[in-house]
């Protein structure tokens, strides 16, 4: 079988799956349900592992597969002033970036989905909520699979969409509903950022196709530092910044933990966060021709890393605690792709992808036994009650530290190694910088583990009578996540280590015009890999320093954590109110710029607009009623006048005018007696 062929399938399915729920999936009982969408992700994947490894064997390692033309080509002259031809195809393309993303989102998804039909038993519009898995999963496929930005933006919007209905899906509270709303709006701010760069992009290219895209940027028609290319990249990257959660857009993600636990699972490890990283390895060749916007993407990623990782460690809301860790490891992602470092960026990218989805579900697993409880401190000792929960749990924590041998350890360290000895920018502050969010990452993870599985039991009556483990259908996708949290980055194993780092290999075709051009023009000096081994260690001892750290205050003594946050009270309360950024927000642009602004702009209709109007429409009426009374008055006096003159002078004629032959007759032969008796008798 031609699996290649088939690669327009793979977001098929899933739609399939998503449109059955809506037409028929309220009359279908939930074992139907489970199984449908599941099987409809997990039909997808086994086609694109089939695909996959047929690409593998292709010596340019890319597939095309165009199904008609979208947008029919339309010539326009660009800005050079040559013409083009634009057209825009529904068309997917599998290449290697395309490969590991469609690998991630179908394995990771399918995981997610089945642990979902155990966790989301019990609730209520489960049709609906499984629809919505499918959807959004049909929109991330599409998303990586389009061979054109146009059709990439289709499956950008379907994931915002996905996003608002998946986070507000328990509309009935409050808070899940606000904050569903709060992502749709932030991501329309980066959207826009997106359809401008677009159009930048047709304008200076012909094209949004990726493949003439990245040609004309590699030909050497572009400079350095070109104009146009800088603002393509810039108002790409507010898209970035939206989608992938960076500062200042990042306000959304927090708050998406307001739906179900497998929807955070699903946005924070494996699709909608991960398209602005996808977007700008997409177009990485672009962001190499622009070294300004290069040292922007590396500063808003190490700033949001370090940003989030401080709130994180004095959040109590375990979701919470890993929505700002997934912030923070976006940030590191993001980081990477501005220093140039775009395969580490993918690599994380992917080993992120695996023990994020395990957090998740392990603190869905524990929410699940506490009886929907959160907060970690009415948590503790709960290691020998759900074990299977707590062991898979202590591997994700484990890998997102970056222990030696787990996934997180090969990832995170190509970050910090690239950041090092970085071109761009100053590599030593990025370096720092990526460094201590290292150290607070294992801090607040360890104080996440230890607050919530280890210590005293903290866990009131009522939530410790009804203490269990998950069932099977949650705690085996815990167990897959777990092997691949910890093998998941051998795939990656560097050179200096003696591997050969596959998977910098297989992205070769995708990064290579980049990186070539990263070459000739950046200045690379000479590194030792003694220097290498020495930052791979200095950054194990940071990691587990921040672990030592925690388990000082949370486990050996809390008083000393107490007494800590007593000192620093100031400190404590701006971190739990994340530097009150929403507050700030609020009051700009929710009081500011909508109610005050729109109150503004409402006395401003009603008094201007409004009254221009109306002045106008006065006037009118005014000269209506002074038309009508000259029209009365005057023009109907004058044309009666004059009816009356003409009625007076024309009486006589009117007489002799009366239109009988007989009377006329009579009057000539009346007229000529009269002129000859006049004659005759004279």
Same mark, same amino acid.
């Given at each position: 079988?031609?699996?290649?062929?088939?690669?327009?399938?793979?977001?098929?399915?899933?739609?399939?799956?998503?449109?059955?729920?809506?037409?028929?999936?309220?009359?279908?009982?939930?074992?139907?349900?489970?199984?449908?969408?599941?099987?409809?992700?997990?039909?997808?994947?086994?086609?694109?592992?089939?695909?996959?490894?047929?690409?593998?064997?292709?010596?340019?390692?890319?597939?095309?597969?165009?199904?008609?033309?979208?947008?029919?080509?339309?010539?326009?002259?660009?800005?050079?002033?040559?013409?083009?031809?634009?057209?825009?195809?529904?068309?997917?393309?599998?290449?290697?970036?395309? @490969?590991?993303?469609?690998?991630?989102?179908?394995?990771?998804?399918?995981?997610?989905?089945?642990?979902?039909?155990?966790?989301?038993?019990?609730?209520?519009?489960?049709?609906?909520?499984?629809?919505?898995?499918?959807?959004?999963?049909?929109?991330?496929?599409?998303?990586?699979?389009?061979?054109?930005?146009?059709?990439?933006?289709?499956?950008?919007?379907?994931?915002?969409?996905?996003?608002?209905?998946?986070?507000?899906?328990?509309?009935?509270?409050?808070?899940?509903?606000?904050?569903?709303?709060?992502?749709?709006?932030?991501?329309?701010?980066?959207?826009?950022?997106?359809?401008?760069?677009?159009?930048?992009?047709?304008?200076?290219?012909?094209?949004?196709?990726?493949?003439?895209?990245?040609?004309?940027?590699? @030909?050497?028609?572009?400079?350095?530092?070109?104009?146009?290319?800088?603002?393509?990249?810039?108002?790409?990257?507010? %898209?970035?910044?939206?989608?992938?959660?960076?500062?200042?857009?990042?306000?959304?993600?927090?708050?998406?933990?307001?739906?179900?636990?497998?929807?955070?699972?699903?946005?924070?490890?494996?699709?909608?966060?991960?398209?602005?990283?996808?977007?700008?390895?997409?177009?990485?060749?672009?962001?190499?021709?622009?070294?300004?916007?290069?040292?922007?993407?590396?500063?808003?990623?190490?700033?949001?890393?370090?940003?989030?990782?401080?709130?994180?460690?004095?959040?109590?809301?375990?979701?919470?605690?890993?929505?700002?860790?997934?912030?923070?490891?976006?940030?590191?992602?993001?980081?990477?792709?501005?220093?140039?470092?775009?395969?580490?960026?993918?690599?994380?990218?992917?080993?992120?992808?695996? !023990?994020?989805?395990?957090?998740?579900?392990?603190?869905?697993?524990?929410?699940?036994?506490?009886?929907?409880?959160?907060?970690?401190?009415?948590?503790?000792?709960?290691?020998?009650?759900?074990?299977?929960?707590?062991?898979?749990?202590?591997?994700?924590?484990?890998?997102?530290?970056?222990?030696?041998?787990?996934?997180?350890?090969?990832?995170?360290?190509?970050?910090?190694?690239?950041?090092?000895?970085?071109?761009?920018?100053?590599?030593?502050?990025?370096?720092?910088?990526?460094?201590?969010?290292?150290?607070?990452?294992?801090?607040?993870?360890?104080?996440?583990?230890?607050?919530?599985?280890?210590?005293?039991?903290?866990?009131?009556?009522?939530?410790?009578?009804?203490?269990?483990?998950?069932?099977?259908?949650?705690?085996?996708?815990?167990?897959?996540?777990?092997?691949?949290?910890?093998?998941?980055?051998?795939?990656?194993?560097?050179?200096?280590?003696?591997?050969?780092?596959?998977?910098?290999?297989?992205?070769?075709?995708?990064?290579?015009?980049?990186?070539?051009?990263?070459?000739?023009?950046?200045?690379?000096?000479?590194?030792?890999?003694?220097?290498?081994?020495?930052?791979?260690?200095?950054?194990?001892?940071?990691?587990?320093?921040?672990?030592?750290?925690?388990?000082?205050? !949370?486990?050996?003594?809390?008083?000393?954590?107490?007494?800590?946050?007593?000192?620093?009270? %100031?400190?404590?309360?701006?971190?739990?109110?994340?530097?009150?950024?929403?507050?700030?927000?609020?009051?700009?642009?929710?009081?500011?710029?909508?109610?005050?602004?729109?109150?503004?702009?409402?006395?401003?209709?009603?008094?201007?607009?409004?009254?221009?109007?109306?002045?106008?429409?006065?006037?009118?009426?005014?000269? @209506?009623?002074?038309?009508?009374?000259?029209?009365?008055?005057?023009?109907?006096?004058?044309?009666?006048?004059?009816?009356?003159?003409?009625?007076?002078?024309?009486?006589?004629?009117?007489?002799?005018?009366?239109?009988?032959?007989?009377?006329?007759?009579?009057?000539?032969?009346?007229?000529?007696?009269?002129?000859?008796?006049?004659?005759?008798?004279?």
């Amino acid at each position: 079988m031609n699996f290649l062929e088939l690669i327009w399938m793979i977001p098929l399915f899933p739609a399939a799956g998503a449109v059955a729920m809506l037409l028929f999936g309220k009359k279908m009982p939930n074992w139907l349900v489970s199984i449908i969408c599941p099987g409809m992700v997990f039909t997808s994947f086994l086609v694109s592992v089939g695909a996959v490894y047929q690409l593998s064997s292709l010596p340019e390692r890319q597939f095309e597969k165009i199904l008609y033309s979208w947008v029919p080509g339309a010539s326009f002259q660009m800005a050079n002033g040559q013409l083009s031809n634009l057209g825009a195809d529904w068309g997917f393309l599998l290449d290697p970036l395309s @490969s590991i993303m469609i690998l991630v989102v179908t394995g990771v998804g399918f995981l997610i989905h089945v642990y979902a039909t155990g966790y989301m038993s019990h609730e209520g519009g489960f049709y609906r909520f499984f629809g919505y898995l499918n959807l959004f999963m049909f929109s991330m496929l599409t998303l990586v699979l389009a061979n054109n930005y146009l059709l990439l933006f289709v499956g950008w919007e379907g994931v915002g969409v996905c996003s608002y209905l998946l986070i507000g899906f328990y509309f009935h509270k409050k808070s899940a509903s606000d904050a569903g709303k709060k992502a749709f709006i932030a991501n329309r701010v980066g959207d826009a950022g997106v359809v401008l760069g677009m159009f930048t992009m047709l304008a200076t290219f012909g094209s949004i196709r990726y493949t003439n895209v990245i040609a004309q940027a590699g @030909s050497g028609n572009f400079h350095i530092g070109d104009a146009a290319i800088t603002a393509i990249t810039l108002l790409l990257f507010i %898209g970035v910044t939206g989608k992938s959660a960076q500062v200042p857009l990042y306000v959304w993600l927090p708050d998406a933990m307001e739906g179900p636990t497998p929807v955070s699972a699903l946005i924070h490890a494996a699709t909608m966060v991960t398209a602005g990283v996808y977007l700008m390895v997409r177009s990485n060749i672009l962001y190499v021709l622009s070294p300004d916007t290069m040292a922007v993407v590396a500063g808003v990623g190490a700033f949001t890393a370090i940003f989030a990782a401080t709130i994180g460690i004095a959040q109590y809301d375990i979701k919470r605690v890993l929505a700002y860790s997934t912030v923070s490891q976006l940030g590191y992602m993001v980081l990477a792709c501005g220093v140039g470092a775009f395969g580490a960026g993918v690599f994380h990218l992917m080993t992120h992808a695996f !023990f994020k989805a395990l957090l998740f579900l392990g603190a869905g697993s524990v929410i699940h036994a506490m009886s929907g409880e959160q907060d970690m401190r009415k948590m503790g000792g709960l290691a020998k009650k759900i074990p299977y929960t707590h062991a898979t749990f202590l591997v994700a924590a484990l890998a997102i530290i970056g222990t030696p041998l787990f996934s997180g350890f090969f990832s995170k360290d190509e970050i910090l190694w690239r950041a090092f000895i970085s071109p761009v920018g100053s590599g030593i502050l990025l370096y720092g910088v990526a460094l201590i969010t290292a150290g607070l990452t294992a801090f607040y993870i360890w104080r996440l583990m230890f607050m919530t599985f280890y210590g005293e039991s903290r866990v009131d009556h009522h939530a410790a009578h009804h203490l269990h483990e998950s069932p099977p259908v949650m705690t085996i996708p815990l167990m897959v996540l777990a092997v691949l949290s910890l093998a998941g980055g051998w795939i990656g194993w560097p050179t200096v280590l003696g591997g050969s780092n596959h998977l910098e290999h297989w992205l070769e075709p995708v990064l290579g015009p980049g990186a070539k051009i990263l070459e000739e023009h950046a200045a690379h000096g000479e590194h030792a890999h003694s220097t290498e081994y020495m930052l791979m260690a200095l950054s194990v001892i940071v990691a587990f320093s921040g672990l030592s750290l925690a388990y000082y205050f !949370f486990i050996k003594n809390r008083a000393a954590g107490d007494s800590i946050a007593q000192k620093f009270s %100031g400190v404590q309360k701006l971190l739990e109110n994340k530097y009150y950024v929403d507050e700030v927000y609020n009051a700009v642009f929710v009081r500011g710029m909508v109610m005050n602004g729109g109150e503004a702009l409402s006395k401003f209709d009603a008094r201007v607009i409004d009254g221009g109007v109306n002045g106008v429409a006065w006037f009118t009426r005014l000269t @209506s009623t002074a038309s009508m009374w000259w029209d009365k008055w005057i023009v109907d006096g004058a044309v009666r006048l004059t009816a009356l003159v003409v009625n007076l002078t024309s009486y006589p004629a009117r007489i002799l005018q009366t239109g009988r032959v007989q009377l006329y007759a009579f009057s000539i032969l009346t007229g000529l007696l009269i002129f000859f008796s006049y004659y005759l008798f004279k």
